[in-house]
């Protein structure tokens, strides 16, 4: 196989999985992701097409695929799969035990459609990489998985919530907008709070309990690019959560 076939199989495949894992793509996006000029896209898409695969065109906007399709799952290279591996022991570090449940859940998937020859590898892998006792924070949070189930779907979360500054815990209802890693805080909940009728910051390990309701709220305006400004501008240090 020449050089050129194999580059353009590589992008076909590429090009099918994004398809699968974005609602709707440019051309001009792929254009520059995958460094070919926009008319190699269009010839990209309709050899897609003609493989049997239902993109679909959205006339000004972009192509999608047909909604109930799924790609055919896609081998990992080895050096895809070494990487997930290597990420799985940072994961298992992680300050959200939430997260780390589901990251093994993921990653145990992964495991299960590698060839033979490359899982050997990877638990070679596995039980070559540690990382350090002093990683792992004294305070664990458990509340990350159901916070981006709410972000994501637009549902009013309650929070039972233990302020910095204070021995009680106070109730609020919150509309999750964004979640920010720190450093020093580590997982950091932005949300706007019914309770203070503002957005405010709230700390992961300080969530006592989290309960997903069922009412849906509307989605804000405010990018969290424009919020992260804004905090900026006002010299309120973003590893502060403001309750």
């Known amino acids: 196989m020449k050089d050129q076939d194999a580059k353009r199989i590589s992008r076909l495949t590429a090009i099918a999985t994004q398809l699968q894992t974005r609602r709707l793509l440019t051309a001009a996006y792929l254009s520059n992701r995958f460094g070919v000029s926009m008319r190699t896209i269009y010839r990209d898409v309709k050899a897609l097409e003609q493989a049997g695969i239902p993109v679909l065109t959205v006339e000004g906007k972009g192509f999608t695929l047909m909604d109930g399709y799924r790609v055919p799952p896609i081998m990992f290279t080895e050096a895809e799969a070494a990487a997930l591996v290597t990420a799985e022991q940072l994961m298992m570090n992680s300050t959200d035990a939430s997260l780390a449940h589901e990251y093994q859940k993921a990653i145990e998937k992964v495991r299960a459609v590698l060839q033979q020859s490359t ?42 919530y233990h302020a910095r500054h204070s021995d009680a815990l106070s109730v609020r209802e919150v509309e999750p907008f964004a979640l920010y890693y720190s450093g020093t805080e580590n997982w950091l909940l932005i949300a706007y709070c019914r309770l203070r009728c503002d957005f405010r910051m709230f700390s ?25 400004r804004e905090k900026e501008k006002n010299f309120v240090t973003l590893a502060t959560p403001l309750s």
């Open 119 to 160: 899982r050997q590898r990877m638990e070679v892998l596995t039980n070559r990489i540690a990382v350090s006792p002093a990683v792992r924070q004294s305070e664990l949070s458990h509340s990350l998985s159901t916070i981006q189930q709410a972000l994501t779907a637009y549902r009013l979360l309650e929070i039972n």
């Open 204 to 228: 992961l390990n300080r969530i006592i309990n989290v309960k997903l309701l069922d009412e849906v709220f509307e989605p804000h305006h405010l990018t969290l690019d424009e919020y992260l």
